[in-house]
T-cell receptor, first 114, second 114 residues
Framework: EAGVVQSPRYKIIEKKQPVAFWCNPI?????LYWYLQNLGQGPELLIR????????DSQLPKDRFSAERLKGVDSTLKIQPAELGDSAVYLC????????????FGEGSWLTVV | QKEVEQDPGPLSVPEGAIVSLNCTYSNSAFQYFMWYRQYSRKGPELLMYTYSSGNKEDGRFTAQVDKSSKYISLFIRDSQPSDSATYLCAMSANRGSTLGRLYFGRGTQLTVWP
């Protein structure tokens, strides 16, 4: 069974440019997460979806970040415009159900803003 | 103060050693406790999952949770060079506004040398 798939794996962009990351969760998983991982730190939640609904987006910087999960499956995370401080790993994860259920992570999308 | 504290190391041990990794936390609502392993340039991979207090053993790995002290541990017996990775503790609550959100420690970098 395929795991959580993310693309692109690596992206280098200039500051002020837009960037988008795509995630395909494990088949049947209704809960999808986007986490941000800075170098030397643990992941931090940006947004959590249950089906199509964003149920926890309190830590998403909404001035420049946006996310969507159309049809309750794939999801896209966008940054516009990117800043130097956005250089990090963007991890997508999924689970069947929410609290207490095993969360599986993708390989991550590594962003460098120059 | 962060909700989850974890010594980042680095920790370097010889092959065959017993490794002890630890985290402390402050939120008494945390009920689900996990250890993830993250290899370089990869996403976190679930290693151990424990609900509430107690011990759990899986092969060379043992997870312990002491809720009275708000302290969790991961022990690795007969450590192998392939165990060299960053180990992240993570936990979540079973109630409240942050239901379903995973809180991570910053990770401990472990190297097992032959």
């Amino acid at each position: 069974e395929a795991g959580v798939v993310q693309s692109p794996r690596y992206k280098i962009i200039e500051k002020k440019q837009p960037v988008a990351f795509w995630c395909n969760p494990i088949s049947g998983h209704n809960t999808l997460y986007w986490y941000l991982q800075n170098l030397g730190q643990g992941p931090e939640l940006l947004i959590r979806y249950e089906n199509e609904e964003a149920v926890d987006d309190s830590q998403l910087p909404k001035d420049r970040f946006s996310a969507e999960r159309l049809k309750g499956v794939d999801s896209t995370l966008k940054i516009q415009p990117a800043e130097l401080g956005d250089s990090a790993v963007y991890l997508c994860a999924s689970s069947f159900g929410g609290s207490g259920n095993t969360i599986y992570f993708g390989e991550g999308s590594w962003l460098t803003v120059v | 103060q962060k909700e989850v504290e974890q010594d980042p190391g680095p920790l370097s041990v010889p092959e065959g050693a017993i490794v002890s990794l630890n985290c402390t936390y402050s939120n008494s609502a945390f009920q689900y406790f996990m250890w993830y392993r993250q290899y370089s340039r990869k996403g976190p991979e679930l290693l151990m999952y424990t609900y509430s207090s107690g011990n759990k053993e899986d092969g060379r790995f043992t997870a312990q949770v002491d809720k009275s002290s708000k302290y969790i541990s991961l022990f690795i017996r007969d450590s192998q060079p392939s165990d060299s990775a960053t180990y992240l503790c993570a936990m979540s609550a079973n109630r409240g506004s942050t239901l379903g959100r995973l809180y991570f420690g910053r990770g401990t970098q472990l190297t097992v040398w032959p």
